[in-house]
């Protein structure tokens, strides 16, 4: 069983579109983190949420952390070609190595 | 500041032969990591170093893949004999053992493998 289920799975879209994707777990965490890799490239983080009920915003993009930090959603306002790439949610349980959902791939055409 | 650096970018080998991955964390990162993203997948870790001792190589497919790190700073990983199912993408990644930014990994370009 995946530790993290990321939804939906791919996602095409118009330039000016909003969206949001979602990465959920049965599991409490005490951090999560998002990331996003584009293609032939590594992961690039995007944010840290550490606090239930968390919102942080990066420009067009909002990230919400769950009240009871076991889900997490990302929502990106009037989408762009730039944002296209696939968007990764991760969490680190005690004495392991970040683990990955398997990701939301996002198209933005123009 | 310099990025984590991988090669070969690709590499295109046939099932039974073997491969190396080389690894160069960023400067000053203690921890690295090895991960196997398959297409369509997230990274899954294989293996993960604190300077030059291992910490997590419980799913690390011990049979044909070996990891070193001799001087806790740049890493080797290695396949053999491969198999098609070894096909996928292996990101290395470093990050800070402690600090602020101890939870953010850095990941390189990755390493491309192709097995026929």
């Known amino acids: 069983t995946q530790l993290l289920e990321q939804s939906p799975q791919f996602l095409s879209i118009q330039e000016g579109e909003n969206l949001t994707v979602y990465c959920n777990s049965s599991s409490v965490f005490s951090s999560l983190q998002w990331y996003r890799q584009e293609p032939g490239e590594g992961p690039v983080l995007l944010v840290t949420v550490v606090t239930g009920g968390e919102v942080k915003k990066l420009k067009r993009l909002t990230f919400q952390f769950g009240d009871a930090r076991k889900d997490s959603s990302l929502h990106i306002t009037a989408a762009q070609p730039g944002d296209t790439g696939l968007y990764l949610c991760?969490?680190?349980?005690?004495?392991?190595?970040?683990?990955f959902g398997k990701g939301t791939t996002l198209s933005v055409s123009s | 500041e310099a990025g984590v650096a991988q090669s070969p970018r690709y590499k295109i080998i046939e099932k039974r032969q073997s491969v190396a991955f080389w690894c160069n964390p960023i400067s000053g990162h203690a921890t690295l990591y090895w991960y196997q993203q398959i297409l369509g997948q997230g990274p899954k870790l294989l293996i993960q170093?604190?300077?030059?001792?291992?910490?997590?190589d419980s799913q690390l497919p011990k049979d044909r893949f070996s990891a070193e790190r001799l001087k806790g700073v740049d890493s080797t990983l290695k396949i053999q004999p491969a198999k098609l199912e070894d096909s996928a993408v292996y990101l290395c990644?470093?990050?800070?053992?402690?600090?602020?930014?101890?939870?953010?990994?850095?990941f390189g370009e990755g390493s491309r493998l192709t097995v026929l």
């Open positions: 990644a470093s990050s800070f053992l402690s600090g602020t930014r101890a939870g953010e990994l850095f």
């Open positions: 991760a969490v680190k349980p005690f004495k392991t190595a970040l683990i």
């Open positions: 170093f604190q300077n030059n001792g291992v910490v997590d």
